[in-house]
Nanobody, 126 residues
Framework: QLQLVESGGGLVQPGGSLRLSCVAS????????IGWFPQAPGQEREGIAC????????NYLDSVKDRFTISKDNAKNTVYLQMISLEPEDTAIYYC???????????????????WGQGTQVTVSS
């Protein structure tokens, strides 16, 4: 059974940067597509970035593709989300999620994922 634990969230000023980590245990991330899904208060959880298992190809929501970078280190069973130029609108709980598949592409839909972490809070405020 795959388990996911997020970390790296915190309070940051507008324009600042954070790097989130999603550490997997119980299985190898090589066989999983993994994505990041922030959920702001009162809003639905939304996919912003994912990375496929095969070819490690990323997919981004247009609103973040110039500011956020997703990467995967299979040796460490960890997926990262590097965030720069953060805005107050980025404030949310950030969840990582995984789907067991061998695929060269990935989807940003929450319904495509089977395993979820507990989330890490990101607050962007001056």
């Amino acid at each position: 059974q795959l388990q996911l634990v997020e970390s790296g969230g915190g309070l940051v000023q507008p324009g600042g940067s954070l790097r989130l980590s999603c550490v997997a245990s119980g299985a190898f991330t090589y066989y999983y597509t993994i994505g990041w899904f922030p959920q702001a208060p009162g809003q639905e959880r939304e996919g912003i970035a994912c990375i496929s298992s095969v070819d490690v190809s990323p997919n981004y929501l247009d609103s973040v593709k110039d500011r956020f970078t997703i990467s995967k280190d299979n040796a460490k069973n960890t997926v990262y989300l590097q965030m720069i130029s953060l805005e107050p609108e980025d404030t949310a709980i950030y969840y990582c999620a995984a789907k067991h598949e061998l695929s060269a592409s990935c989807l940003l839909s929450t319904s495509a994922y089977d395993y979820w972490g507990q989330g890490t809070q990101v607050t962007v405020s001056s």
